[in-house]
C-alpha cells in the first residue's frame, strides 16, 4: 500500500495511473508522448523523484526495452505510448512479448470517448488490432475503472504464464476525477493461472525417469520463468541425466557441469539434437516443442517416451504428444519430484554425448574459433568476449547468423543472462532490449551483440542511451550481409543474393554524433585490446567488428530434415 | 477424419471477447459454421454455441486456447450425439402461395411448422428443428418462391449432468492458486 500525498482524495485519471504503477511498486517505465497520453504525462511530472521515465526513440523501442528490464529482473515492463501512430508502433513488440512470454503492461492513450469509432485524429482500434498478441486487454472510459484495470493488467501479465497485457484509456477518463484507493488483484474468477501439481502425474514421471536407461533432460524458458535453477539442477544430479537447453532457456542450467550438453535447434549443438533420436525418455520442463527445435516433427523422438512439465495446459499435446503431462508451476513440480527419484548413473549414455561434443568441436568449432581466414570470423569474437567476461555479463543479442553463433559461443554463467528474440525472431530487437537490460540491472555489464542489418532497424535508440546515460556496450558484427537471409540464399536458393546485401553507414560516425565513443576494427590482431576497452569503459560504447562476409552457421538442421540429420558442414 | 462439433464456451460478460475467441478459428484458418451467444442460467455468465467441422485433434486444441482465454470460464466440445440442438428458421414465400392452399398447408403442416404472420404480399413461416429438418421444409417450399430466409444457428443443450454451478465452483477453486511471481 502505499502513503503518498494523494491516498484516498480525488485525483484525475490520470494521476490515478501513476499512483497504481506506484502501487505497484514500479520504478522504470519506457515511453514516448503524445496528444493521447499527455495528461498522464503530466502528471507524471509530479512523480519524477519516484518513476524514472526513459524516452526511446520510437515505440517499438520502449517495448523492447520493457522486455529486456523484464527478462533479466523478473520484473513486469511498463510501457507509456499516446493512440494511434504510438499504439501502433507498439504492436511488434507487444507479438514479440506474447510468444516469448514476457510480462508487459502497455498503457495506451485513446481518443475521447465520444470520439470512438469516428475515426477521430489518432484514434486506432488498438483493442482490437492488440487482441491477437496480448494475453488480455481491455478499454477504459471512465476515471474511476483505470486503477481496477490495471491492477488486473499487473496480475494478468505476471501471474501463470506470463504475457503482455494492454491497457487503452481514453483521454476523458485521464481527465476525469476519481477517488483513488488500490486493491491489488489476486485472484480473477475465469482465471487459472497455475494449475496445481498432481501427486499422481509425478508419481507417473518418476516412474518412467526410474525406469529409463536414456532419459534426457530439455530445459526451457519456463525453467528461468518459474524460478526453478536450482530444483532442476539437483534432479538432473540425482538421477544423472544429461541436459540440453533452448534458446531460451540459456543459463538456467550451469554451462560447465558435466551433465549440460549444449544447446538445441536448427543450429544448436550436434549432440543434443542428434542424440534427440536415441533417448528412450524424453523430460520436457517449460519449453514448448518450437519447430526451430523439433525439425521435422514426424521424425522427431518416435523412440522415446515423453514427460511434459508445463504451465500452460494448451502447450501440451499442441506438437508433441506426451506420455505423462505435469501440469503446473516448474519449481513446485521438480520439488515434488526429487524424493520420487531414484539415483542413478547414465555414464554410458552421458559419453555418448561427450563423443558428439568432440566431433563437433574438430568439424565445426576449432575452425571458428582459431580460423585461418584473413578476415575475422564471428564466432573468434564472441568465443573472445566469452572469455574475457567469462560468461558474467547480461548479453543480449539481436536476430540473424551473430544471434545464433552468439547464443553457440557466448555461455552465461548467471541465470537469465542471456536475453534474445526467440518466438518472433524480432531484428532490432537487441538494442533497446539491451538498454532495458542495463535499466533494470545498472550494475551488470550489458552488451548488445548485433548484426549489421538488426542494428539500422532501431539505431534511433542510440538516443535514449545518450539522454539517459545508459552504458551499454554494443558490438555490431559487420558482415555487409542480411547474413542468416543470404545463408538461406546460398544453401536453397542457388546463390540467388536478393536483396540481402547491405550498404551500410559509418557506424562510429553515428556513434559519435550520439556521444557515444567507439572504434571499428577489420583485423584479427586488433580484437582482443578492442574487446578491453569496450568492456572496461565506464560509459556506453560502439564496437564495430567487420567480420568474413560469407559465413554459413553450422551446425545446421534443414528445414524438413529431423533432429538427426543434423549437419555439420 | 473431420467431425461436426458443438462447443459450449462460458464467459464473462467483457467487451470484445467474443472477437478474442474468433480470432483462435481464424488464425487457425477454420470457419465457423454457426455462433450464437446468450446469457445462460446463471446471471452474468455467457454461453456460446460454436459449431465447426474439424478432426477430434484440432478441436481439443481448440479448446485448449478457448480455455486460455483470461474471460472464458469453461469451454467444451461435443458430438451430436451428446447433445440436443435445435436451430429456428424463418421462410418468406409471396402470399401466391396461398393460391395452392391445401398444399401448401399440407407442406407447412407436414413438416411441423407454423405460419407466423400473413401479410397481403408475403407470408413468413417459422420451423424449429435440426439442420436437416430446417432444409427439409426450405427444399418443400421453393416451389412457391423463397423471397427471404434466415437461421439463427444452433443452439445446444448436453446430455450428461453437471450443472453449470457445479463448473463455477470448481473453477473458483482453481482460479484462487497463489500468484507465482519470478524475482531474482
Ligand atoms: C523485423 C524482421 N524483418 C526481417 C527478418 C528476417 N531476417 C531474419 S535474419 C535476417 C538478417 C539479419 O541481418 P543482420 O542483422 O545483418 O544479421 P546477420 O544475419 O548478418 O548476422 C533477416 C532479414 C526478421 N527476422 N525480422
Ligand atoms: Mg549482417
Known sequence: MNTHKKYNTEVTGAEAVILALLDEQVTDIFGYPGGAIMPVYDALYDYMDQLNHYLVRHEQGA??????????SGKTGVVLATSGPGATNLITGIADAQIDSTPMVCITGQVHSHLLGTDAFQETDVVGISMPVTKWNIQVTKAEDIAPALAKAFYIACSGRPGPVLVD?????????????YQKCESIRSYFPCPKVKDDDISKAAELINNAQRPYILCGHGVLLSGAEKQLLAFAEKADIPVASTLLG????????????????????????????ECDLLIAIGMRFDDRVTGNVNKYAKQ??????????SEVNKIIHADVAVLGDAKEALELLLPKVKTQKHTEWLKRFEDCT????????????????????????IDKFHKLSEGNAIVVTDVGQHQMITSRYY????????????????????????????????????????????????????????????????????????????????????????????????????????GIKGRKITERKDLQAALEEMYASKEAYLLEVVVENEENVFPMIKTGASVAEIILE | MDNTYTLSV??????????????????????????????????????????????QEQVEKLVGQIEKQVEVLKAFYHINNDILSREIALYKVSAEALKENELFTRIVNENHAKILSIAPEY?????????????????????????????SGRVAITKPMKTLNTFLKEVENNSKTVIKHFSK
Open chain 1, 169 to 181: 484509456i481514453t483521454k476523458d477518463a485521464q481527465f476525469g476525477k476519481t477517488a483513488y484507493k
Open chain 1, 63 to 72: 517495448t523492447h526495452a520493457a522486455q529486456g528490464y523484464s527478462r533479466v
Open chain 2, 123 to 151: 407470408i413468413v413461416i417459422e420451423k424449429t428443428g435440426d439442420e436437416r429438418e430446417i432444409l427439409h421444409l426450405f427444399n418443400d417450399l421453393e416451389k412457391f418462391g423463397i423471397l427471404e430466409f434466415v437461421r
Open chain 1, 304 to 313: 522415446a517416451k515423453v514427460i511434459h512439465f508445463e504451465i500452460d495446459p
Open chain 1, 250 to 277: 540459456l543459463s538456467a542450467f550451469p554451462p560447465k557441469h558435466p551433465l549440460y550438453v549444449g544447446y538445441l535447434g536448427m543450429h544448436g549443438n550436434y549432440g543434443p539434437n542428434l542424440l534427440t533420436n
Open chain 2, 10 to 55: 462460458f464467459t464473462e460478460d467483457k467487451i470484445g471477447l467474443l472477437n478474442r475467441v474468433t480470432i483462435i478459428f481464424t488464425r487457425r484458418h477454420i470457419n465457423i459454421e454457426s455462433i450464437t451467444a446468450s446469457e445462460s442460467e446463471v446471471k452474468g455468465i455467457y454461453r456460446y454455441t460454436i459449431v465447426i467441422t474439424v478432426s
Open chain 1, 411 to 514: 555461455t552465461p554463467n548467471i541465470p537469465n543472462y542471456f536475453v534474445t528474440s526467440g518466438g518472433l525472431g524480432t531484428m532490432g530487437f537487441g538494442l533497446p532490449a539491451a538498454i532495458g537490460a542495463k535499466v533494470a540491472l545498472p550494475n551488470t555489464q550489458v552488451v548488445a551483440v548485433l548484426g549489421d542489418g538488426g542494428f539500422q532497424m532501431t539505431i534511433q535508440e542510440l538516443g535514449t542511451i545518450m539522454q539517459s546515460d545508459i552504458a551499454v556496450k554494443i558490438i555490431v558484427l559487420n558482415n555487409n550481409f542480411l547474413g542468416m537471409v543470404r545463408q538461406w540464399q546460398q544453401l536453397f536458393f542457388d546463390r540467388r543474393y536478393s536483396f540481402t546485401e547491405m550498404k551500410n553507414p559509418d557506424f562510429i560516425a553515428i556513434g559519435y554524433g550520439y
Open chain 1, 358 to 381: 568432440k566431433i563437433e568441436f574438430e568439424k565445426v568449432i576449432k575452425d571458428a574459433i582459431d580460423p585461418q581466414t584473413e578476415k575475422l570470423r564471428m564466432a573468434e569474437v
